[in-house]
């Protein structure tokens, strides 16, 4: 019997050895190859590749808000609606945008792994790429179209009707930013100034280009097509400044008559904030006072020069609200939760919706790249989300979402424009 357990052993010891070591070395190349596939080199390669998927999804947005205007264009030429084919195009590139920014903005936070960058990196591009193909195949379709039956005469009469309907609705623009101007700071009413100013610019270009092509028109020999290009570019960033000049007139009008109701609600929460404050542990309620204590002082800031910039106003009252909650945290009942969220509701939806006006301008402006737009969406959904939110607390948590993501949105195309990479 000790023979046969030493034969045993003889065998088993080795066998052990053997497996061990071969276990071990698996167990350390395996560690190797995680590291090196975490490394940062591996994650730098990553971000290359990400950086790439973004710059399609950048074409790929540029390449939809065409078609939404050459759709909307090319129902008045064909006497209806848009053709098939362009309608088609673009409800695929939209449906790939959107899910793609959602893909983007994903892999963009730190804690994604390189291999899961890299495989949604791939997969972005490969989409955006197939959507652009679509859109550039629907579009030539289309401009044969319009070659073979829409005369350079006709095109240029629907772009100087479009112009003419964009005068005819921007009405004064100078007006405007004068009624600003006459009781508001310069930091209230600089983005509608600059935007006024740009809008009268691009639509004399505009106008310039269409005379251009009507000379061009009645004569055979010559294309008009050119020169309509380059109307049809200025004619539609008149458009946009327009649109930008009007939301920031209306924006700063309206926070020019909520700053009285914010500054009460403001004061009536921190009134609320000081009896919950009596209810608490000395060292809570220590806490609390130096807080409230502080907030009180920023209100009466606030409030000295809220007559002169009320968008100002209300996102700093925004603000204040947000650091109050943070600092009651778990001390009120739900009762108390949900009053406080309905009286900070329309001041942060409010200071929201600038944010993302101003976010867009800049995000236009700039021609910003997909981290700057990826931030934009983020907040344009969040906002509907607060928007259609049936609880105040949660509504409250989204609008607050949208406000951050808008000024992420709006710090990277400023970063863009000036410069940066």
Not at 165 to 184: C, H, I, K, N, T
Not at 364 to 370: F, N, T
Not at 399 to 421: H, M, P, V
Request: proline share 3%; no cysteine.
């Amino acid at each position: 019997m000790p023979e046969i357990v030493g034969s045993i052993l003889a065998w088993l010891v080795p066998a052990v050895i053997v497996f061990g070591v071969a276990a071990i070395a698996l167990a350390l190349i395996a560690w190797a190859v995680r590291r090196a596939r975490r490394s940062p080199r591996a994650r730098a390669a990553a971000n290359q590749d990400r950086v790439r998927a973004g710059a399609a999804l950048v074409r790929l947005d540029d390449e939809v808000g065409e078609l939404d205007l050459e759709v909307g264009l090319s129902g008045a030429l064909y006497g209806g609606g848009a053709p098939t084919s362009l309608r088609r195009a673009r409800l695929t590139a939209q449906h790939v945008r959107d899910e793609s920014f959602d893909e983007y903005r994903r892999i963009s936070a730190p804690d994604v792994l390189p291999d899961d960058i890299r495989r949604s990196a791939t997969r972005i591009e490969r989409r955006a790429n197939e959507a652009l193909r679509a859109i550039a195949s629907a579009r030539s379709e289309h401009s044969a179209w319009v070659l073979a039956n829409v005369s350079a005469a006709s095109q240029v009469s629907a772009a100087q009707r479009r112009l003419d309907q964009l005068r005819e609705g921007m009405g004064d623009p100078a007006a405007l930013v004068a009624e600003l101007s006459a009781r508001f700071a310069e930091d209230e009413w600089a983005d509608a100034s600059r935007a006024a100013h740009d809008a009268l610019a691009e639509a004399a270009e505009a106008q310039r280009h269409l005379d251009a092509a009507q000379a061009l028109a009645t004569d055979p020999s010559r294309s008009a097509l050119a020169e309509l290009g380059a109307a049809e570019r200025a004619l539609r960033q008149a458009e946009a400044d327009a649109r930008i000049l009007e939301e920031t007139h209306r924006l700063v009008l309206q926070a020019a008559q909520a700053v009285p109701g914010e500054i009460d609600a403001a004061r009536t929460a921190l009134r609320q904030a000081g009896v919950t404050r009596e209810h608490l542990d000395a060292p809570d309620a220590a806490r609390l006072g130096a807080e409230l204590h502080a907030l009180h002082a920023e209100l009466e800031s606030i409030e000295a020069d809220a007559a002169r910039r009320p968008s100002r106003t209300v996102d700093r009252i925004a603000r204040l609200r947000d650091r109050l909650d943070l600092a009651l945290g778990d001390a009120r009942t739900a009762q108390q939760r949900l009053r406080g969220a309905r009286t900070a509701l329309p001041g942060t939806l409010a200071a929201a919706r600038a944010a993302i006006a101003q976010a867009e301008a800049s995000v236009v402006h700039a021609r910003a790249g997909a981290d700057a737009r990826a931030r934009l969406i983020s907040s344009q959904r969040e906002l509907a989300a607060a928007r259609q939110a049936p609880d105040p607390v949660a509504a409250l948590d989204a609008a607050r979402r949208a406000l951050r993501d808008a000024e992420d949105a709006k710090a990277l195309a400023d970063y863009a424009r000036t410069g940066g990479t």
